[in-house]
């Protein structure tokens, strides 16, 4: 292993995670309770979350209701705000039931396709 935050300690926390990432760049809306709508774009996502930009600050901890479109439908989703950094958000889904599966098969889509691609240098 390497320094405290080298690159394998960095890949160690990345393979501990339940729900593995995927590059992912679609629009997002974010209804926080009691504000407008809050718009940004989406950087990953997994079985169970996933990662937006925002400019406009959503506190961490609320129960938001997520919208946004993905290859196999359309996704309304609960969830909560789990982190920030800078304008990093990080929202864990809440909700259960087919909106689930939509967001499960895009993710092993994604799996399938950014294993098979050429990386970026």
Not at 32 to 50: A, Q
């Amino acid at each position: 292993m390497q320094g405290q935050f080298g690159a394998a300690a960095s890949r160690e926390f990345v393979e501990q995670r339940a729900s593995p990432r995927h590059a992912l760049d679609v629009e997002i809306r974010v209804y926080p309770r009691g504000s407008s709508v809050v718009r940004g774009h989406t950087v990953d996502i997994s079985e169970s979350g996933i990662a937006a930009m925002l400019l406009v600050e959503v506190p961490v901890g609320e129960i938001v209701r997520l919208e946004f479109i993905l290859p196999f439908g359309d996704v309304e989703i609960l969830a909560v705000v789990r982190q920030r950094t800078a304008f990093r958000y990080g929202f864990q889904f809440l909700d259960s039931g087919p909106v689930r599966e939509t967001i499960r098969r895009t993710c092993q889509e994604l799996a399938i396709t950014q294993t098979t691609s050429p990386k970026a240098l």
